[in-house]
C-alpha cells in the first residue's frame, strides 16, 4: 500500500503491532476529550491484534517528521445484510494543534481510497452527539443511516 504526502504529513497504513504504544497514547487522548457518557478507557488490544493478523482491522496513520499525528482504525468484516465487504471506523483522533485546513478530510480520504482498493462497498462511522463532527461527515458524501442509543449498567 503506498503512502501519500501532503503539506508534509505522510499518510500510511501500519500495522497496529508495530506502533501499539503511540497509537494506545492517542486513545487515551481521544477518549479523555469526547466521552462523557462511559467510564475509564480499557481496550481488548489482544482482540484487535488478531482481528490485524486475520485480515479484518486496518490501521492508518499521519505522520508529521516521524511524529504520529492521526490515527483512524477501520474493522473490515463481509455485510450480513448484503454480504459485500464493508468497513466500520472504530476510531479516529488527530492532535488539536493539526486539526486545521483540510488536514483530517485528506486523512480520511486516503484512508477511503484504501478501504476501496481492498474491495469495501460501505463505510460507516459513528459520531458523538457531544460535538458536531457529523457535519465533516456530510461534506464528504456521509449519510445518517441510523441512530444507536448505549444504555450503561453499572
Given at each position: 500500500?503506498?503512502?501519500?504526502e501532503?503539506s508534509g504529513?505522510?499518510?500510511n497504513v501500519?500495522?497496529?503491532?508495530?506502533v501499539l504504544p503511540?497509537?494506545?497514547q492517542?486513545?487515551?487522548d481521544?477518549?479523555?476529550?469526547?466521552?462523557?457518557?462511559?467510564?475509564?478507557?480499557?481496550?481488548?488490544?489482544?482482540?484487535?491484534?488478531?482481528?490485524e493478523?486475520?485480515g479484518?482491522?486496518?490501521?492508518?496513520?499521519a505522520?508529521k517528521?516521524?511524529v504520529?499525528i492521526g490515527n483512524?482504525g477501520?474493522?473490515?468484516?463481509?455485510?450480513?445484510?448484503?454480504g459485500?465487504?464493508?468497513a466500520k471506523?472504530?476510531?479516529m483522533?488527530?492532535?488539536?494543534?493539526?486539526?486545521k485546513?483540510m488536514?483530517?478530510?485528506?486523512?480520511?480520504?486516503?484512508?477511503?481510497?484504501v478501504?476501496?482498493g481492498?474491495?469495501?462497498?460501505?463505510?460507516t462511522?459513528?459520531v458523538?452527539?457531544?460535538?458536531?463532527v457529523?457535519?465533516?461527515w456530510?461534506?464528504q458524501?456521509y449519510?445518517f443511516?441510523?441512530r444507536?442509543?448505549?444504555?450503561i449498567f453499572e
Amino acid at each position: 500500500i503506498e503512502p501519500a504526502e501532503h503539506s508534509g504529513i505522510v499518510f500510511n497504513v501500519e500495522r497496529l503491532a508495530d506502533v501499539l504504544p503511540e497509537v494506545a497514547q492517542h486513545h487515551r487522548d481521544q477518549w479523555d476529550e469526547i466521552e462523557r457518557v462511559r467510564e475509564e478507557l480499557n481496550p481488548n488490544y489482544e482482540y484487535v491484534l488478531n482481528a490485524e493478523k486475520n485480515g479484518r482491522y486496518v490501521l492508518f496513520t499521519a505522520r508529521k517528521d516521524g511524529v504520529l499525528i492521526g490515527n483512524t482504525g477501520c474493522y473490515l468484516y463481509d455485510s450480513l445484510h448484503t454480504g459485500k465487504l464493508a468497513a466500520k471506523e472504530d476510531t479516529m483522533y488527530v492532535v488539536p494543534e493539526e486539526r486545521k485546513g483540510m488536514m483530517a478530510v485528506r486523512f480520511f480520504k486516503y484512508c477511503e481510497k484504501v478501504l476501496v482498493g481492498f474491495g469495501v462497498k460501505e463505510i460507516t462511522v459513528q459520531v458523538k452527539t457531544s460535538n458536531r463532527v457529523y457535519k465533516l461527515w456530510e461534506r464528504q458524501g456521509y449519510e445518517f443511516s441510523d441512530r444507536v442509543l448505549s444504555k450503561i449498567f453499572e
